[in-house]
């Protein structure tokens, strides 16, 4: 039976889904597909001395709050082919938690780059978590230059 591994991080989904297509690029996954668009990505890792083929992991992002979100991430040892896989050994959660660290650091970098504004209505906040999105999505390669352009003037429109 597959294990999930559940992180909480305070940030909107939206930024938390972004920062997590990120590192999982940072560390040179292979994205194999994304289920939702906005929430959730499976990648491969690739071989290692645990397992030939990698692991197959999911990523998704979930909200608990406005401003709070968790991480949800599970997998399976990939199979490609026939050949026999060597054993994981821990591998999936060595993989969930080095991604929810990564993740929590570029979160962290954000933040203190960014700077502090109270959570009302009239501080944008949905805007630049819709923006930030868009930004993901582009870098993710789930929307193309031009698309990219066009969704972000209609949100500045």
């Given at each position: ?15 938390l889904?972004t ?25 491969n890792?690739?071989p290692s001395?645990?397992?030939?083929a ?13 401003f709070?979100?968790k ?5 399976k040892?990939?199979q ?24 929590r ?6 933040t ?7 959570h009302d209505?009239?501080?944008?906040s ?6 930030a999105?868009l ?5 993710f ?7 990219y ?9």
């Amino acid at each position: 039976m597959a294990r999930t591994y559940e992180f909480e991080f305070d940030a909107p989904p939206e930024q938390l889904f972004t920062e997590t297509v990120s590192a999982v690029t940072a560390l040179g996954f292979s994205i194999l597909h994304n289920e939702d668009a906005a929430t959730s990505i499976t990648f491969n890792t690739g071989p290692s001395i645990w397992s030939t083929a990698g692991q197959d992991m999911t990523a998704t992002a979930l909200a608990l709050s406005p401003f709070s979100s968790k991480l949800v991430v599970s997998g399976k040892t990939a199979q490609r082919g026939r050949e026999a896989q060597y054993a994981s050994w821990g591998e999936r959660g060595r993989i969930a938690k080095g991604l929810a660290t990564r993740v929590r650091g570029a979160l962290t970098d954000s933040t203190a780059a960014a700077p502090a504004a109270p959570h009302d209505a009239s501080d944008g906040s949905a805007f630049v978590a819709e923006l930030a999105t868009l930004a993901g999505l582009h870098r993710f390669g789930a929307l193309t230059d031009e698309e990219y352009v066009r969704a972000k003037q209609r949100l500045l429109g």
